[in-house]
């Protein structure tokens, strides 16, 4: 994550407020890899977890920044906020990053409606390569396909450069039942989250 979080500071297009950053990751990850890119990059991020409290607490967090940067007023020493430390530690499960480390190589990888984003995916060493479906099958990707549809905004979406809204097929033709963009296939996906419970969705 923290080379994708990198590319998206370094997009143009409006500027992020921060990030908030996955329990779940970071309960594996820890905190090291994104202690040095918040300092290397400026942007406040806050650990959540999944109960409303952890989330309202990392908003107020982000908000707090925000607000401190825009009035220039004295901010926290404290870039990245750990608002889950019930579970995430600094060091983060040490045994699962260890399997990690023994099943895969970091590699590049293609992020729908973005593009590839260098060192931010992972890939089975090549010592375990029997049980790599891509390399035992002979799979490749057929560079002739989009990855996304043609009219899906998708990748707009995730760089925070338009709203769900603003995309011609949501809602229309696109929705949880008929997704057309990763942005809607999964429950935590933008496009999804805004359909089930946007404002169009509280006035149904």
């Known amino acids: 994550m923290p080379p994708a979080l990198a590319a998206l500071v370094a997009t143009e297009g409006p500027s992020l407020d921060g990030f ?4 779940h990751v970071l309960a594996v990850a820890g905190l090291g890899d994104y202690r040095a890119l918040a300092e290397k990059t400026g942007a406040p991020m806050a650990v959540a977890g999944f109960e409303p ?9 982000l908000a707090r920044r925000a607000h401190e940067k825009k009035t220039g007023t ?18 983060g499960n040490l045994a699962a990053r ?10 590049d990888a293609a992020w729908r409606g973005i593009g590839v984003i260098p060192k931010s995916g992972y890939r089975v060493k090549e010592r ?20 996304t549809h043609p009219g899906c905004r998708c990748g707009h979406v995730l760089l925070g450069r338009v709203e ?4 011609p097929l949501f809602r229309k033709v696109c929705n949880p039942d008929h ?18 419970h946007g404002p169009a969705a509280r006035k149904g």
């Open 20 to 23: 908030i950053l996955p329990g």
């Open 128 to 147: 375990l390569a029997a049980h790599d479906a891509q390399r035992r099958f002979g799979l490749e990707p057929d560079a002739s396909l989009k990855d």
């Open 179 to 196: 997704p057309i963009g990763p942005c809607m296939v999964a429950f935590e996906g933008t496009c999804h989250a805004r359909f089930r």
């Open 164 to 167: 769900p809204e603003d995309c």
């Open 53 to 61: 409290v952890d989330l309202l607490l990392a908003v107020e967090h």
């Open 74 to 91: 004295a901010g926290g020493p404290e870039r990245v906020f750990n608002g889950y430390s019930r579970i995430v530690k600094d060091e």
């Open 98 to 107: 260890r399997a990690m480390d023994e099943v895969f190589d970091v590699c």
